[in-house]
């Protein structure tokens, strides 16, 4: 199922392939269209970009408070999930410059009213970055894409996710099993009237990787351990700021502590307590393993977020494990929390 790559190379410089989802003249309503041809899967197109991690960043610690609207920011849109009795929305990440919505990682469910409660909107963002194709990090994706048909957007929006496996799509294919204009189940939405463009990142075990670079916004990935999913870390860059997600993994293939080396933020999961076994521990990180991925990476300030009901609740004991052998600042992540 995985799409072929078969011009990568370990120490090259990225090559990965996407395909164009959903072309169409622009729409002038919300209503059902006419569906014309599939135009799904045409050539992949191949991009090129490099590593580039050397950059520096101003340290601040992460301190929660109402967006500024000043700078690079990171709201956390969905700090919980998938359990519903959190309260919480599940896995969802903002990133803003200067009031401008830039960057959105995941969207699980819940997390696209925090989206429209944040004030934010879809035309202004340059992408969409998913770590994985779980329901707790993409549910709400079309939703944004319908809340986007009452915006006015003109430029393509690209979507970047995982490979899949026998049990998981491709990025490509979850777009496409949306919003394919024949087969997708909301077919309805095929023609939001810009062009809706998604890639599969298939990366060697410990590759870190630029996917993404536009301006001074870069966007880099490397593989994580998330049980049998296909999942991704995503490295943020936005002048002069970088921010890492863990995204959900129980980091244990030594990829996150490259990521995330000396970054300004570092979302991480805090899925499960200290002492969890069994399938949770094979697939989320316990804190004394965030902890030593902090502290291994030197990360400025550490956001910990996905807090399930198995977790919350533990929070001194959290804490206690991390600043055991991470000496940066550490904070408990809420919906709407925006840290700089
Ligand atoms: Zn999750």
């Known amino acids: 199922m995985a799409p072929s790559d078969p011009t990568s190379k370990p120490s090259a410089p990225i090559v990965f392939c996407h395909y164009i989802v959903s072309i169409g003249a622009r729409r002038t309503s919300s209503v059902p269209t006419p569906m014309s041809p599939s135009r799904t899967r045409l050539a992949p197109l191949c991009l090129l970009s490099v590593i580039s991690l050397n950059t520096t960043f101003a340290r601040s610690a992460p301190v929660p408070a109402p967006c500024t609207h000043k700078g690079v920011e990171l709201q956390v849109l969905g700090s919980g999930g998938p359990e519903l009795e959190d309260q919480r929305a599940s896995s969802s990440y903002l990133i803003w410059q200067d009031g401008r919505p830039r960057v959105l990682v995941d969207s699980g469910g819940g997390s696209a009213l925090q989206f429209g409660r944040a004030s934010a909107h879809v035309a202004p963002l340059d992408a969409i970055f998913f770590t994985h194709l779980h329901i707790d990090h993409t549910a709400d994706f079309p939703t944004l894409i319908k809340s986007s048909y009452f915006e006015e957007r003109d430029r393509p929006l690209p979507v970047y996710g995982p490979i899949g496996n026998d049990f998981f799509p491709t990025t490509t294919e979850y777009v496409a099993d949306l919003f394919d204009d024949k087969h997708g189940a909301y077919r309805y939405l095929s023609n939001p009237g810009y062009q809706l463009v998604a890639h599969d990142v298939d ?136 840290f700089r």
């Not at 030594?254 to 499960?272: P, R, S, T, Y």
């Not at 200290?274 to 393993?289: C, D, I, N, Y």
């Open 203 to 338: 990366l060697k075990e410990h590759e870190v990787r630029v996917i993404y670079k536009s301006g001074d916004l870069a966007a880099s990935a490397t593989k994580v351990i998330h049980g049998g999913v296909p999942a991704l870390a995503w490295r943020i860059e936005l002048s002069g700021k970088s921010i890492v997600f863990s995204g959900d993994t129980n980091g244990n293939n030594g990829n996150l502590e490259i990521l995330a080396k000396d970054a300004d933020l570092f979302v991480a999961h805090n899925a499960i307590p200290e002492g969890e076994t069994g399938a949770a521990r094979e697939l989320h990180m316990p804190p004394s393993v965030i902890g030593r991925i902090a502290g291994t990476a030197h990360v400025k300030a550490l956001v910990l977020s996905h807090r399930m009901l198995r977790s919350l609740g533990h929070e001194d004991e959290t804490r206690a494990k991390i600043t055991a052998v991470y000496s940066g600042p550490v904070t408990f992540a809420n919906d709407l929390d925006c």
